[in-house]
C-alpha cells in the first residue's frame, strides 16, 4: 500500500490487490486504514521514481512502435498505425504486450481502438479489448463519464443532473451541453468518436529511417553487437541510397530481454553510408561504453536509426575505381574519436575579427567548424592591399587559457616593462623587452565595458636564458586608485 | 687482446647483416680508444656499408633542417617517417620545444604542395600547464594556416596515446605532434615502439614533444633536446636595432641518435622564409659587434672531441668544433644494438 500527503493527511495513493480485499480504498485516511487494518504495509509514495519507471517503459514500448507517448502518470499510448502485421496482427501484438509486461512483474491493462480516447476508455474500463474502427460509440455508451477523460468537476456537475453515463451524454442535444459545461466536454467525446482527429505526441523525436532485428537468441557479446550492426547498416545503405542521402546521427537501440534499453548515438562529420564504416564509429563508441552497458542476460532486439540524414554527393571515382580523399579520412578520424572521447576531442581553430587575443581564435569541434572555406573573392584592388598587411603584430605561439597573475616588483619607467617578475613562484630576469603594444578592450561589446576590462599594455620579453613570453599590465599607473595588475599571457618559440 | 678483437669482428660483421636486412644505416660504431690502429683494415669495408646503407634509404627519406651541421650529424637530417623525441627540460621551455617541432612541420609543409593537416594531440594537462596553441601566432611564424590546424585535447594519457596511435597511421595527415608532460609510465618502451612502426608505414613524422621528462629509452631513433637561445636583435637598414628580440632561436642537441655523435647547435628561425640559419660562434662576433648574444651555455669553446673516436671516417662529420667533451656523452650512446 503506497501513501501521499493530500490536503495536510496521509492518503492511500494506490493499493494491491490483497489491500482491496480488505475494503480499503484510495482516498482513504491512512490512520483510518491503521484503525481497522494493523497490519498493512504503508510506503511513502515516489512521484519522481515512479515517472522514472514509466519512462524506462516507454522506452521499452519502442519495440513496438516509435511513437509512443506518455498519458498523465500511469499511462502510456502507443501509435501502432502501421505496426501491427509486424507482429501477426492486432491481437497477437496485444497479446505479446500484455504477456511481456506480465513475465516482467507488470499488472497492465490494455486495450486497442480506432482513437486514443476510445483506446482510453477501453483500457481502463473494458480491459483487453479491441474496439474495430466504427464501434466506439458501442463501447462507449454504457460506460461511466470518466471512460469520456474529463474535468472531475464537470463530471459532478453532468452527474447533478442525472446524465450518469457516456451513452447519456451522447443522446443529450449539443448545443445546451456546450452552453452550460463548456467546450472541452463535446471536444472529448468527439475525439472519442473519431469526429475530430487528436493527435499522440511522441517523447521522442521519430527517426526517419530505422531498421531492426528481433533475435531469437539474445546476444552478449560486444563483437556480436558490432556485426549486427554491419548487417543493419547494410540494409540501411539500401533505403539511404534510394533517398540520395547520407546519415548524419545514427542512434542504437539495444533492447535488453528484461526490458532496460540502452540507447548509443554517434554523429558523423559528413554524410555517411557505408556500412564498414558505421561499423567502426559504433566500435569506437561501443568501446568506450563497455563499463556503462549492461549485457545482462543479453539483448533480443537491436534496432539502428538515422536520427538525421543529408544529402550525400557522390564522388567520381577514377579509372582504377578507386576514389582517393583525404578530407574524408580525416573526418572519419575526428568522427571515431569523437565516437570515444566526447564531442570536442577533436578542435579546429577558426579564426575571428577581433583585438583581443584571446577572442581572435575560436577553437570548435570538429563537425561544427566550417569545412574548408575559400575566403570569398575580393576585387583585385582591394586584395592587393589587404593579401600584405602593412604591421603584422607578433603573436604568441601558445597562449594561456586564462593569463596567469605574475608578480612585478619593480619596472624601469611606470609604463615600461618590467625588470624582473615572478611566474608560478619562480624569479625571472628580464634581459631585454619589446613593447608595449596597447589592446584597448572592445567597448562595442556590451558584457565588456570599459571598467570591466582595463586597457592592456602588451609586452615582449626576453629572459636571462633565452625563453620569450607575452606579458602584459592591465590597467595604468595612476589611472585609478586600483594598481595595475601584470599578467602572463604567453610564450613565444 | 686477440680474442676480443676477433670477437669485435663477429660483432661488427653481425651488425652489417642485421643493417642490410633492415635497410637501415648502421650505427656509427666506437672502438675503444687504443683500438684505433687495429681497425684500419676494418674501415674501407664498413664504409662501403654506411654508403650502402644510405644508397637503401630513399633519398627522400631525411627531413633536411637546412642548418648545415646538424644535418650532416644527423646524416642527412630527421628521419621522415619515424618517431622523434623532442625534449625541454623544463615546462617553462614548452614554447621553445613546441616552436622548433612547428618549424619542422612547417619545413615539411614546406615541401609538400597538397595542404594536408596538422594534428596536435597534448593531455588536458599539458595544454593547461603550457598553454595552447594559438593558431594566430602560428600562422604568423610558420607559415601553418589556422585551417591546416586540427588539436585534439585527451582528458587521460592513455587516451592520448590511443589517438597518436590512430592518427600516426593515416596518410590523410601531414605530421602528428603528441605532447605529454613528465615522464608517465604509460609511456613506454612499447607505446613508442607502437607509434614508431606505424609512423614507418604510414611514411609520415611523429614527434613526440616532452616537457619536462626524463630521458628514457623509448623506440624514438632521434632525440632531441630543446633550450632555449637568445635571440639575435632585429635587422634593420642601419645595423642591429640593440635591445630589440628579433627571430626566435633554439639551442638544440642531439640527444640520442643512431647514426649520430651527440652534438649541440644553435639555430634561428626564419619565418619570412620559412628556413633554418645555424648560428656559429664566429660568426656571431662578426655580424653583431656588440656581445649582445651570450654564448652557448656550455662554455665559450666546447673542447673538442680527444683523439679518434669513430671506428671509420665518417661520411660526413660535425665539424669538430660542434663536438661536445666525453664527459657530456650520454652512458647510451654506446654502442648498442636495435630498439
Given amino acids: 500500500m503506497i501513501s501521499h500527503r493530500q490536503a495536510n493527511a496521509q492518503r492511500i495513493a494506490a493499493l494491491d490487490e490483497r489491500a482491496e480485499a480488505l475494503h480499503l480504498k484510495r482516498g482513504m485516511g491512512i490512520a483510518d486504514a491503521r484503525a481497522m487494518h494493523p497490519s498493512i504495509d504503508v510506503v511513502e509514495a515516489d512521484p519522481e521514481a515512479d515517472r522514472r519507471l514509466l519512462e524506462s517503459l516507454a522506452d521499452w514500448c519502442d519495440r513496438y512502435t516509435p511513437l509512443v507517448a506518455i498519458d498523465a502518470a500511469d499511462g502510456l499510448f502507443l501509435d501502432v498505425t502501421g505496426c501491427t502485421h509486424l507482429f501477426g496482427g492486432e491481437r497477437a501484438m496485444l497479446d505479446d504486450i500484455l504477456s511481456r509486461f506480465f513475465h516482467q512483474g507488470f499488472d497492465v491493462r490494455a486495450g486497442l481502438a480506432a482513437t486514443p480516447g476510445a483506446a482510453w476508455a477501453a483500457t481502463r474500463f473494458a480491459s483487453d479489448r479491441i ?23 464537470i463530471r459532478a456537475s453532468l452527474e447533478s443532473v442525472g446524465l450518469r453515463t457516456a451513452g447519456a451524454v451522447m443522446a443529450a442535444p449539443r448545443a445546451p451541453l456546450a452552453r452550460r459545461f463548456g467546450t472541452s466536454l463535446l471536444l472529448r467525446l468527439d475525439q472519442a468518436l473519431g469526429r475530430l482527429d487528436e493527435a499522440v505526441s511522441p517523447r521522442l523525436p521519430v527517426a526517419p529511417l530505422s531498421v531492426e532485428r528481433h533475435l531469437a537468441e539474445p546476444i552478449m557479446l560486444t563483437d556480436e553487437l558490432e556485426r549486427l550492426v554491419k548487417m543493419l547498416a547494410t540494409t540501411l545503405k539500401v533505403d539511404l541510397e534510394r533517398r540520395g542521402e547520407g546519415a548524419r546521427r545514427l542512434a542504437l537501440l539495444l533492447f535488453r530481454v528484461d526490458g532496460a534499453v540502452s540507447r548509443i548515438a554517434v554523429g558523423t ?51 582504377a575505381g578507386e576514389t582517393h580523399d583525404d578530407g574524408a579520412d580525416i573526418a572519419l578520424f575526428a568522427d571515431r574519436i569523437r565516437a570515444r572521447l566526447g564531442e570536442s576531442a577533436v578542435l579546429k581553430p577558426v579564426a575571428v575579427e577581433s583585438h583581443l587575443p584571446e577572442r581572435a581564435v575560436a577553437t570548435l569541434p570538429y563537425a561544427e567548424a566550417p569545412q574548408r572555406v575559400s575566403p570569398p573573392k575580393k576585387p583585385d584592388k582591394i586584395q592587393d592591399t589587404s593579401s600584405t598587411p602593412v604591421f603584422r603584430p607578433e603573436r604568441p605561439i601558445r597562449l594561456f587559457r586564462s593569463p596567469e597573475p605574475i608578480e612585478v616588483p619593480a619596472t624601469e619607467m611606470p609604463e615600461g616593462p618590467p625588470m624582473n617578475f615572478r611566474w608560478r613562484r619562480a624569479l625571472y630576469r628580464v634581459a631585454r623587452a619589446e613593447g608595449p603594444e596597447r589592446i584597448a578592450p572592445e567597448w562595442w561589446r556590451e558584457t565588456s565595458g570599459p571598467e570591466d576590462a582595463p ?17 602584459y599590465r592591465q590597467g595604468l599607473y595612476g589611472a585609478s586608485q586600483v594598481p595595475p595588475r601584470w599578467f602572463m599571457h604567453g610564450v613565444f618559440a | 687482446m686477440a680474442t676480443s678483437a676477433v ?70 637530417g630527421l628521419p621522415k617517417a619515424a618517431l622523434s623525441e623532442i625534449h625541454g627540460a623544463a615546462t617553462r621551455d614548452a614554447g621553445v620545444v613546441a616552436g622548433f617541432a612547428l618549424s619542422l612541420v612547417s619545413l615539411i609543409l614546406k615541401q609538400e604542395p597538397p595542404r594536408l593537416p596538422v594534428l596536435w594531440i597534448g593531455t588536458a594537462e599539458v595544454f593547461r600547464e603550457a598553454g595552447f596553441p594559438y593558431a ?126 651527440p652534438g649541440q647547435f644553435t639555430l634561428e628561425w626564419n619565418p619570412d622564409e620559412r628556413n633554418f640559419e645555424e648560428r656559429r660562434a664566429g660568426e656571431e662576433r662578426a655580424a653583431n659587434p656588440v656581445p649582445v648574444v651570450s654564448a652557448p651555455r656550455r662554455g665559450k669553446d666546447p673542447a673538442a672531441a680527444s683523439g679518434a673516436v669513430l671506428a671509420f671516417a665518417a661520411v660526413g662529420s660535425p665539424a669538430p668544433g660542434d663536438q661536445p667533451s666525453p664527459s657530456e656523452r650520454a652512458a647510451h650512446r654506446r654502442p648498442r644494438r636495435a630498439g
Fill in chain 1, 131 to 153: 474496439v474495430p474502427g466504427g464501434e466506439e460509440e458501442a463501447l462507449l455508451a454504457p460506460l461511466p463519464l470518466a471512460a469520456l477523460r474529463i474535468e472531475p468537476d
Fill in chain 1, 269 to 319: 562529420s559528413r554524410p555517411l553510408r557505408e556500412p564498414l564504416l558505421i561499423q567502426k564509429l559504433f566500435h569506437e563508441r561501443l568501446a568506450a561504453l563497455e563499463q556503462d552497458i549492461d549485457a545482462g542476460y543479453g539483448f533480443d532486439l537491436v534496432r539502428l536509426s538515422v536520427l538525421s540524414a543529408a544529402a550525400f554527393d557522390m564522388q567520381q571515382a577514377d579509372l
Fill in chain 1, 455 to 471: 586597457t592592456r599594455d602588451y609586452f615582449r620579453i626576453e629572459d636571462s636564458d633565452g625563453r620569450r613570453y607575452w606579458l
Fill in chain 2, 7 to 76: 670477437a669485435r669482428e663477429t660483432v661488427f660483421a653481425l651488425r652489417r647483416q642485421i643493417a642490410k636486412i633492415e635497410g637501415t644505416l648502421p650505427e656509427r660504431l666506437e672502438a675503444p680508444a687504443g683500438a684505433a690502429p687495429v681497425d684500419a683494415d676494418v674501415t674501407p669495408r664498413d664504409l662501403t656499408i654506411v654508403r650502402r646503407g644510405l644508397a637503401v634509404a630513399p633519398p627522400d627519406a631525411f627531413l633536411r633542417t637546412g642548418a648545415e651541421g646538424l644535418d650532416t650529424a644527423l646524416s642527412g
Fill in chain 2, 136 to 261: 594566430r601566432g602560428l600562422h604568423g611564424l610558420f607559415g601553418i594556416e589556422p585551417e591546416q590546424l586540427l588539436f585534439s585535447e585527451a582528458p587521460r594519457l592513455l587516451d592520448g596515446l590511443w589517438v597518436a596511435e590512430e592518427a600516426a597511421r593515416m596518410t590523410a595527415l601531414a605530421a602528428v605532434i603528441l605532447e605529454i608532460r613528465g615522464s608517465p609510465q604509460r609511456l613506454d618502451l612499447t607505446a613508442t615502439r607502437r607509434l614508431h612502426a606505424r609512423a614507418q608505414s604510414a611514411g609520415r613524422p611523429v614527434f613526440l614533444l616532452r616537457q619536462a621528462g626524463e630521458a628514457e629509452p623509448t623506440a624514438a631513433s632521434v632525440r632531441l633536446v630543446l633550450s632555449a637561445a637568445p635571440s639575435a636583435p632585429r635587422q634593420t637598414l642601419a645595423g642591429p636595432l640593440a635591445g630589440s628580440i628579433g627571430r626566435p632561436a633554439f639551442t638544440v642537441s642531439i640527444g640520442k641518435s643512431r647514426t649520430a655523435l
